[in-house]
Nanobody, 115 residues
């Protein structure tokens, strides 16, 4: 089992920045990939950014150049640095971890961007 705890979501003005954190615990050696997803009201959950054990990253087109995913293996933590935020970035952001055929989710953290 892997437990994920997100933090850092809050209300922010458009153009501002936020950094989300996701602390992993439990069977973390089983994790291959970690990522951030988001779900806006009335929309499906979508991948925002992912990072594998080798540090390779991928991003949704809508956030490329604005968001950066990173991981601190010593702290078992994944970060999502979000810059130039837009109202359309408003969503609940979920941390995910994948390994050994299982996917784990955090409880989510709300990000609200107002103009």
């Amino acid at each position: 089992q892997v437990q994920l705890v997100e933090s850092g979501g809050r209300l922010v003005q458009a153009g501002g920045s936020l950094r989300l954190s996701c602390a992993a615990s439990g069977s973390i050696l089983s994790i291959n990939n970690m990522g951030w997803y988001r779900q806006a009201p009335g929309k499906e959950r979508e991948l925002v950014a992912g990072i594998n054990n080798g540090g390779r990253t991928n991003y949704a087109d809508s956030v490329k150049g604005r968001f950066t995913i990173s991981r601190d293996n010593a702290k078992n933590t994944v970060y999502l640095q979000m810059n130039s935020l837009k109202p359309e970035d408003t969503a609940v952001y979920y941390c995910s971890a994948y390994g050994l055929g299982y996917i784990y989710w955090g409880q989510g953290t709300q990000v609200t961007v107002f103009s």
